[in-house]
């Protein structure tokens, strides 16, 4: 199945999808469970943030496959009694079944890193001047060198 941009929303202003998201996978009951339910998949798409340090735009292709697991909320697992890491990293299904566009929501969101950077080596905005690095070569850089220096000549 293709999704085009869009059809999931991300509920986060600087994440975007930059093209279809193409994905395949099966939804299984698991055996001997409380109608724990699993989905099984790959899933390929780009997607965009705002870079975290110049906020241009970050590319951030994703292609793998994925494996989700969903309880049933009528079971009474919904109820906040002590939830373990496995249980907290679970998601939650109510009625007859769990949407599709959820559950990529969730891979995606998963699947990103944690910094969104536009490359690894992106140099941010200047502190001094506000100005991307990455396209200007601001001279605030070679000043705060120069003072560094002459902090150093005070000292002898
Ligand atoms: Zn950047
Ligand atoms: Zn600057």
């Known amino acids: 199945m293709d999704l085009p941009p869009g059809a999931i929303e991300f509920f986060d202003p600087k994440l975007r999808q930059a093209g279809p998201l193409r994905a395949a996978g099966k939804v299984d ?9 699993r989905v099984k998949g790959h899933a390929k798409v780009l997607m965009e ?8 735009p970050a590319r951030l292709p994703l292609d793998s496959d994925f494996e989700l697991y969903y309880r049933p909320v009528s079971e009474g697992y919904g109820e ?8 907290a990293e679970m998601g939650f299904y109510e009625g007859d079944g769990i949407e ?8 995606i969101l998963l699947s990103l890193p944690m910094q969104r950077l536009c490359g690894d080596t992106c140099k941010g905005i200047c502190p001094h001047c506000g100005q991307n690095r990455n396209h200007i070569q601001c001279q605030c850089q070679g000043e705060a060198v120069d003072d560094r220096w002459a902090a150093l000549r005070q000292l002898k």
Do not use: H, K, M, W
């Open 29 to 37: 009951l698991v055996t001997g469970s409380l109608g724990e339910i």
């Open 49 to 56: 943030a705002d870079c975290d340090r110049c906020l241009d």
């Open 80 to 87: 906040e009694t002590a939830i373990d890491q496995s249980e």
């Open 100 to 107: 599709l566009n959820d559950v990529l929501r969730e891979y």
